[in-house]
């Protein structure tokens, strides 16, 4: 029973903490140690320059250009490098707790994201995952004429299985592209034919398919 109220104070507080923020306020805490590209001074510097609607670009570690391209009170979306993207949102529970979803696509050169959750103290959530879906679940019906054909092209889907997810900016709806770009030509023809997003969204207690 103690242990449970203990758990209740720490997730009310980490509710509190982010409900008096906002999601550059997040960004900027964010430590080294989770996206060691930026400094905290750059995360400082992109968020002042977008504020005054100068371009919020600066030097990342590597030396190349980092851009902050969109900032919300409750979404942003960030490209460090060339070749990968970064966004970040804040999700509400049916317990008003708030927590911070992190979202990384990198393209070498098929774009694939590593979705997390954290709570305010930017300490992982690992209760909390998003939904991975099926590999028939990117496709629409399949015509018994290419039926044979998809699982073949399905089989080697299966053998690579990357996944593009992105979220809305204006709502808690996480979309899934699957990446067939690295299919041999026949099998990407076929795939792309029928190739479909999936969506699910955040009710604020569990992640519902749409």
């Known amino acids: 029973m103690r242990r449970s109220i203990i ?8 509710s509190f903490t982010l409900h008096s923020q906002g999601i ?3 960004f900027t805490s964010m430590p080294d140690s989770i996206f060691p590209l930026l400094t905290s001074k750059n995360r ?38 060339k070749s990968s993207t970064i966004e970040m949102k804040l999700m509400e529970t049916d317990d008003s707790v708030t927590v911070v979803c992190l979202i990384q696509t990198v393209k070498a050169p098929v774009p694939d994201s ?7 103290e930017w300490r992982r959530l690992h209760w909390l995952e998003l939904p991975i879906a099926e590999t028939v679940d990117f496709f629409n019906e399949i015509p018994d004429s290419v039926a044979e054909e998809m699982k073949f092209v399905q ?3 299966d053998d690579l299985r990357l ?7 204006d709502e808690p709806v996480f979309t899934m592209q699957l990446a067939v770009d690295e299919l041999a030509k026949d099998e990407k023809k076929i795939a792309e034919r029928h190739l479909v997003s999936v969506r699910y969204r955040w009710t604020g207690r569990d992640f519902v398919k749409e």
Do not use: C, Q, W
């Open 44 to 81: 400082h510097d992109m968020v002042d320059f977008y504020k005054n609607k100068m371009e919020a670009k600066v030097r990342n570690r590597l030396g190349d250009y980092a851009l902050l391209d969109t900032l919300t009170e409750d979404y942003l979306k960030l490209i460090p490098s």
């Open 114 to 120: 590593s979705v997390k959750f954290y709570d305010s």
């Open 163 to 169: 996944i593009a997810v992105s979220v809305s900016p």
């Open 7 to 14: 758990l209740l104070f720490i997730l009310l507080s980490s």
């Open 24 to 26: 550059s306020d997040v």
């Open 155 to 157: 089989k080697s889907i």
